[in-house]
């Protein structure tokens, strides 16, 4: 073979997008404006602390800014022999920091070196002086895995670290850093990156790198990157080798099995209008494009939320990540549904999500919770079945305020006047107090015919000649008074009293009454319940008869005597030769 022949120069290893446009100065550094502005007055002023503690979620810099710091710390050349955050040239240093290879900055990752010994290194080590450069800098990723031994090795050092050392952590998880460690560091809390510089710098990165992006393409990557620079550039680099150069819109939702924003769009529009037909058979053309179900709902529930920002702070429009389609029939939907309505669509599809994640079966799952949502699109919010009840509402009142005003007499109307008896789900709960309401009673039926009732007394009274002993019971020692009036009740429930109790006693109330009865759960405190009033009056009597001297003076000459029971003549004639109060009933569970 012919040693003097060409040989082939392998090609250089290629850098993925987040390592080759890592920041290396603080001018690169995205939406981190105040940190930014703060460790440049700090280092002009020379009040440079001992410690850092950087804190945010993945992707925002932490550790990039860890290496910033430390070359900030090092910063040296001909020109420049202190401290400083203006670093426009390479110092003799920089190189080797920003590439952690420089033998005064120690880089440990707290999540596999966790133990007392790994921390007793630094601490023995930090007592020499550095090699080469000014400062010898430690950093501590993902902090918040250290043992308490560890944390509890560091303080001293910490508190008071020779002349020559400085600390920088980083972790994601603040709260699982002892106060003791906190309080020794100067803390920065990284902020998320909005998506308007988030798609700026996606699209700063792809003239450089000569690659052709929708604008589409940019939001969806911002969007999926949830503030997170380092996975916006990772997508970036996924989407361009996905799409063979070229990054159009149609490559990031296949990538990411995203659905069209349009699409969502329609759905919500079928089942706010109530129609589970049209609904399911979207959501089966979804799913089988490609679709996750629980992506589906992902998704229609950020829309529910785009909804209601539109609906109350109208500047979202001018979010880079909200599509002209998104922004032009959001603000519409924004403009005919009432907060709690969209508030509804949230609760159940957020309560939905997780049981389709979980279900063997994730579309039909999936499509049981569009059922869902589409039956209750015309249910009455809480507040409007109280005005309906009360007069006050009319048939504005009564529509409930969803798509479809006017038709509040479907079976989503008569689920409400069921009390939500029938296992569908509960409307938006009413701020302080919960209606429960029970159903109008039969023609047949006349009101104000049956017994007059103006206590809660008078009702357990009345459970009781009705034999409704389970009913009477709760009366009597689960519910607190609040308001009576006539076919209103509110009263505050004690603890762990059974939850469909109100419910129950409106719906009897009304058969047995013939006319409407309202039983509202209050959150006022509400007064004694009838056992509790009654327990109070049976041990008054007693104290009183107890000071009777004739009384006293029996159970003084007879040791052990205890009075039982105390009865007044009156209520004993009244309740023909019966103790009105028998005491057995005060023991009764």
């Keep these: 073979m012919d ?16 390592r080759k446009y890592r920041p290396r100065t603080f001018d690169d550094l995205i ?39 430390a070359r900030a710390l090092n910063y040296e050349t001909e020109s420049v022999q202190r401290p400083t955050v203006d670093m426009p040239e390479l110092g003799v240093h920089c190189a080797a920091i920003m590439e952690g290879r420089h033998v005064d900055v120690i880089e440990m990752d707290a999540a596999s070196h966790t133990s007392i010994n790994d921390i007793r290194e630094i601490t023995d080590a930090a007592r020499y002086k550095p090699v080469s450069a000014r400062y010898k800098v430690y950093v501590i990723d993902e902090v918040h895995m250290l043992s308490t031994a560890a944390f509890n090795g560091l303080l001293k050092t910490l508190e008071e670290p020779p002349e020559h050392v400085k600390f920088v952590f980083a972790t994601t998880e603040i709260r699982k850093v002892p106060v003791t460690v906190l309080s020794r560091c100067q803390r920065f809390d990284l902020r998320r990156v909005d998506a308007e510089p988030l798609v700026t710098h996606l699209t700063r990165i792809a003239g450089i790198e000569e690659v052709t992006v929708e604008d589409e393409a940019y939001r969806l990557i911002a969007r999926a990157a949830e503030g997170s620079v380092r996975d916006s550039l990772s997508l970036m680099d996924q989407a361009i080798a996905h799409g063979a150069g070229a990054v159009t819109a149609e490559t990031v939702k296949d990538m990411l099995g995203l659905v069209d924003r349009a699409r969502v769009v329609d759905l919500f529009e079928t089942v706010m209008r109530g129609d589970v037909a049209k609904a399911i058979a979207e959501l089966d053309e979804q799913y089988a494009s490609g679709a996750d179900p629980a992506t589906v709902l992902s998704d229609l529930a950020a829309f529910v939320h785009l909804v209601t920002r539109f609906r109350l702070v109208p500047d979202v429009a001018a979010d880079a990540t909200v599509t002209e389609e998104e922004r032009t029939r959001g603000a519409a939907f924004a403009k005919s549904l009432s907060v709690p309505v969209l508030s509804r669509a949230w609760q159940i599809l957020l309560k939905g999500l997780p049981e ?16 869902r949502l589409a039956y209750s699109a015309d249910l009455p919010t809480p507040d409007a079945v109280l005005k309906a009840f009360s007069g006050e509402g009319g048939a504005d009142a009564r529509s409930g305020g969803g798509a479809r005003t006017g038709e509040s007499s479907g079976p989503a109307a008569r689920a409400v006047a069921n009390s939500n008896g029938g296992g569908a789900p509960r409307p938006d709960p009413v701020p302080r107090e919960e209606a429960f309401a029970a159903p109008a009673p039969t023609a047949a039926a006349e009101p104000d015919t049956g017994p007059k009732l103006s206590s809660l007394a008078d009702v357990a009274a009345l459970a009781g000649e009705m034999r409704a002993a389970k009913l009477k019971f709760a009366v009597e020692r689960e519910m607190r008074p609040v308001r009576f009036e006539p076919g209103r009740i509110e009263v505050s429930m004690v603890p762990n009293a059974s939850p469909t109790v109100a419910g129950e006693l409106g719906q009897r109330l009304t058969e047995w009454t013939g006319r409407r009865w309202l039983v509202i759960i209050s959150s006022d405190e509400g ?22 001297p004739i009384v006293a003076a029996v ?21 023909g030769g019966e103790i009105a109060v028998p005491d057995d009933e005060l023991d009764e569970e």
């Design 527 to 548: 007064g004694e319940t009838l056992y509790e009033a009654r327990a109070r009056n049976a041990e008054e009597r007693r104290a009183d008869a107890a000071a009777d």
């Design 3 to 18: 040693d003097t022949s060409p040989r082939e120069v392998p090609a250089a290893p290629y850098r993925v997008l987040a």
């Design 31 to 69: 939406g981190q404006e105040p940190m930014v502005r703060t460790l440049k007055n700090a280092f002009e002023t020379g009040r440079i602390p001992q410690a850092w503690m950087l804190t945010g979620v993945r992707g925002v810099g932490k550790t990039s800014t860890a290496r910033i710091l």
């Design 356 to 371: 389709v994640q979980t279900a063997p079966k994730p579309l039909a799952a999936a499509e049981m919770v569009l059922v």
């Design 555 to 575: 159970l003084s000459r007879f040791p052990g005597a205890e009075i039982v029971d105390v009865r007044i003549a009156d209520e004993t004639e009244e309740a």
